[in-house]
């Protein structure tokens, strides 16, 4: 079974930067893509970003675009999310998953890793 463990969260004042980190164990995340996930309270999970097998294609929502970076390293079974220019907005509990489609696959979600951005 494969286990997603996010990490690196933290409270940070606006304007500053995080950089998440997505552990998988168990298995491999295989040759399937991986997005960043969040979720407010009383709100749906959202997407935020996702990235190809091979790194070649990545995918933002509006509201993070140009401010978060999306990246992977296979050998280590890990994904990363870099946040520059925090916004009191990117508050939420950031999930991982693999994606087809920007779809969430693994019904098993991870604990998540919160990020609170002070105003």
């Known amino acids: 079974q494969v286990q997603l463990v996010e990490s690196g969260g933290g409270l940070v004042q606006a304007g500053g930067s995080l950089r998440l980190s997505c552990a998988a164990s168990?298995?491999?995340?295989?040759?399937?893509?991986m997005g960043w996930f969040r979720q407010v309270p009383g709100k749906e999970r959202e997407f935020v970003a996702a990235i190809s097998y091979g790194g070649s294609t990545r995918r933002y929502s509006d509201s993070v675009k140009g401010r978060f970076t999306i990246s992977r390293d296979n050998a280590k079974n890990m994904v990363y999310l870099q946040m520059k220019s925090l916004k009191p907005e990117d508050t939420a509990v950031y999930y991982c998953?693999?994606?087809?489609?920007?779809?969430?696959?693994?019904?098993?979600w991870g604990q998540g890793t919160q990020v609170t951005v002070s105003s």
């Open positions: 998953n693999s994606v087809v489609g920007n779809v969430p696959l693994l019904a098993s």
């Open positions: 168990g298995r491999t995340f295989g040759s399937y893509a």
